[in-house]
T-cell receptor, first 115, second 118 residues
């Protein structure tokens, strides 16, 4: 069963515009959410995260919003740059990071930023 | 100065063979993981080790045997390879314990090993 869902497989935006990547989850026990970015032939790279006690976390051009009641989070990238073109994975976790901590990943969204 | 490295990057082999994938991290982390990304693109955890001790084992067939000779290495040995084992396998590492920020404890991934079983 897919506990983390990224229903849109791809997104294409113009350089300079906003990219909004969506993610839904079903497990209400998740209390920490992360976004990873992945280029071809590389491993995923941690991008930004948010605790379930917050509804927004911002880091430079990247902002993650969490709507717990809707079990929905989104990643906003503004302004989008061609170098942002990659696959973005949403992930969720129960509890603090550690060896017992499992990340549950979505399928990923392929973002293409057109120059 | 690679943080998490895996060898080989590509592995093509016949059904029934035994193969190993090696992983090394030079980040001083104490926890290492193996993930499998299947044809449907889901990344799923297989194992985690903390200080050479197995912590997570996610209903993986016992043909898969992780081995951690030390904190910096976590190798994956696969016996009697099957067609369904074809996937990209990612190694990752992290620090356990609390840090100055959540990102301090997040997982760093290797570049992946694409295994193709013919």
């Amino acid at each position: 069963d897919q506990q983390v869902k990224q229903n849109s497989p791809s997104l294409s935006v113009q350089e300079g515009r906003i990219s909004i990547l969506n993610c839904d989850y079903t497990n209400s026990m998740f209390d920490y959410f992360l976004w990873y970015k992945k280029y071809p032939a590389e491993g995923p790279t941690f991008l930004i995260s948010i605790s379930s006690i917050k509804d927004k976390n911002e880091d430079g051009r990247f902002t993650v919003f969490l709507n717990k009641s809707a079990k929905h989070l989104s990643l906003h990238i503004v302004p989008s740059q061609p170098g942002d073109s990659a696959v973005y994975f949403c992930a969720a976790r129960r509890g603090q990071p550690g060896a017992n901590s499992k990340l549950t990943f979505g399928k990923g969204i392929t973002l293409s930023v057109r120059p | 100065d690679t943080a998490v490295s895996q060898t080989p990057k590509y592995l093509v082999t016949q059904m029934g063979n035994d193969k190993s994938i090696k992983c090394e991290q030079n980040l001083g982390h104490d926890t290492m993981y193996w993930y499998k990304q299947d044809s449907k693109k889901f990344l799923k955890i297989m194992f985690s080790y903390n200080n050479k001790e197995l912590i997570i084992n996610e209903t993986v067939p016992n043909r898969f045997s992780p081995k951690s000779p030390d904190k910096a290495h976590l190798n994956l040995h696969i016996n009697s390879l099957e067609l369904g084992d074809s996937a990209v396998y990612f190694c990752a590492s992290s620090r356990s314990g609390s840090g100055p920020s959540f990102s301090y404890n997040e997982q760093f991934f290797g570049p992946g090993t694409r295994l193709t079983v013919l």
